[in-house]
């Protein structure tokens, strides 16, 4: 089974601050890594997927995340942290091909204080 | 951009009474999913729908739940007598079929309130 841990259940940041989560995932076969992002009071947007290819992958608002397989990671960054990224932030995997289950992690709460 | 809506947005019930959560995937999306979100806790897979069946279910979809696509753009999710740990946030989501991509996109949510 597929299983997703995120090492930081709160973290508070200032502004221009840089952002590093951590996300490990336990799958045996090829999977799927995604980061979504829940700001208050709305729903899950996407910010960056991974499928194949390059493992430094770019999402939107300037976050980036790197796929490192041997260490079953995928860790999300954002060199400078704004106000605005005050969020709920869900590391996700899914098994690759067919439909997906997609299993997410427990979250980590951001707070950036302006 | 097309997207997944889902309504209503709140839902309040009785204990022991029957909802439907109703969802509105994306027109040309294949797969179907529902997912909750109790408060404070992470996101839970409850069922994958593809091909007018069930593909998988999760152990929080027992026979209280059910889910149904009655016509071509509806799909939803029913409790028949809900409990109160029913109460959660309640995710739509649906994906395509192309290659091995499956992105799911997801709805706004419905908050289900079981007094």
């Known amino acids: 089974a597929q299983s997703v841990s995120q090492h930081n259940h709160h973290v508070i940041l200032s502004e221009a601050a840089s952002l590093e989560l951590g996300c490990n995932y336990s799958y045996g076969g090829t999977v799927n890594l995604f980061w979504y992002v829940q700001y208050p009071g709305q729903h899950l947007q996407l910010l960056l997927k991974?499928?194949?290819?390059?493992?430094l992958v770019k999402g939107i608002k300037g976050f980036e995340a790197e796929f490192i397989k041997s260490k079953f990671s995928f860790n999300l960054r954002k060199p400078s942290v704004q106000w605005s990224d005050t969020a709920e932030y869900f590391c996700a995997v899914a098994n690759s091909g067919g439909y997906q289950k997609v299993t997410f992690g427990t979250g980590t709460k951001l707070q950036v204080i302006p | 951009e097309p997207e997944v809506t889902q309504t209503p947005s709140h839902q309040v019930t009785q204990m022991g009474q029957e909802v439907i959560l109703r969802c509105v995937p994306i027109?040309?999306?294949?797969?179907f999913y529902w997912y909750r979100q109790i408060l404070g806790q992470k996101v839970e897979f409850l069922v994958s729908?593809?091909?007018?069946?069930?593909?998988?279910k999760s152990e929080i979809f027992d026979d209280q739940f059910s889910v149904e696509r009655p016509d071509g753009s509806n799909f939803t999710l029913k409790i028949r007598s809900t409990k109160l740990e029913d109460s959660a946030m309640y995710f739509c989501a649906s994906s395509d079929l192309s290659g091995s991509r499956h992105e799911q996109f997801f709805g706004p949510g419905t908050r289900l309130t079981v007094l």
């Open positions: 027109s040309n999306h294949l797969y």
């Open positions: 729908f593809y091909n007018n069946e069930i593909s998988e």
């Open positions: 991974y499928f194949s290819g390059d493992p």
